[in-house]
């Protein structure tokens, strides 16, 4: 437990001084919601709705952190490891190359859930944001939306040959889903075709789930999108495992 605190505490202020993940994870989602509170304050999400439109989005803009560091920042470190042969070294070593990789994850959970609290008070104090949703479903939905985006992100890191190559992965799935999978850009206001193109995108699935659980809605509409979520996570968790290169 020691050689793992000292591990974490040593690769969080080494990913705090690159910068990366802190705007993305934390400054972007915080802009997000000031931007769509500032546009849309406390209007209603439709004629007649009983909750706000910024309502309607936090269960999306919440995604962002999870996005950022699961299919962006996880892969990135993990083939960078690979690449520089830090893995293969802690082979010989006490400290299991695994737990490097738990570290990673640990940091990047970090990550959202500081992103999470901030968005929740920033909309609570400034924008009047009310959670109208089971407090349990939205952490369930939170927490396979998590594991869903870092498999994916494990999978990419583990079976790139190069950091490049990883790079030019994470970004070819990061950016579609950051921006039309309704983590940035609202669904709602999205076309009816981009609508359905956005549905294709795994992050989509996820969004749906925690709207549906932050607004109290029945959870029989996003029975999909669960399994949907649970069948990216066991697959992409199980090519990680499989295929798998410590150098």
């Known amino acids: ?32 919601l000031v931007i ?15 909750y706000t439109f910024l309502e309607q989005s936090f269960g999306a803009i919440a995604t962002i952190s999870i996005c950022a560091g699961g ?3 996880l892969p990135l470190v993990v083939s960078d490891y690979r690449s520089k042969k830090i893995l293969k070294r802690y082979q010989v070593t006490p400290v299991s190359p695994a737990m490097i990789l738990f570290v990673q994850v640990v940091i990047y959970t970090l ?37 869903s985006m870092f498999s994916i992100g494990m999978m990419v890191g583990g079976i790139a040959p190069n950091t490049k190559i990883a790079g030019v992965i994470a970004s070819i799935l990061y950016f579609p889903m950051l921006i039309f999978s309704g983590a940035t850009l609202p669904y709602e206001v999205m ?7 956005a549905n294709i995108l795994p992050l989509a699935q996820g ?3 925690l709207k549906a659980a932050s607004l109290g809605q029945g959870t029989e509409n996003v029975t999909v999108s669960v399994l949907i979520m649970i069948v ?12 798998f290169k410590w150098e």
């Open 1 to 32: 437990m020691k050689t793992f605190r000292t591990m974490l505490k040593t690769e969080l202020k080494l990913s705090l001084r690159g910068m990366d993940m802190f705007i993305f994870a934390i400054c972007v989602p915080v802009v997000v």
């Open 36 to 50: 769509l509170g500032i546009i849309y304050g406390e209007k209603p999400a439709y004629p007649g709705a009983d």
């Open 71 to 73: 299919v962006m920042g």
């Open 111 to 147: 990550y959202a859930v500081v992103s999470f609290l901030l968005l929740y008070l920033t909309g609570a104090l400034f924008f009047g944001y009310r959670f109208n949703g089971s407090v349990l479903h939205f952490l369930g939905g939170y927490l396979l939306v998590l594991v």
């Open 191 to 197: 076309p009816a075709a981009m609508q359905k193109a």
């Open 207 to 209: 969004i749906k789930l």
């Open 232 to 243: 990216i996570a066991v697959l992409c968790t199980g090519i990680a495992f499989r295929y």
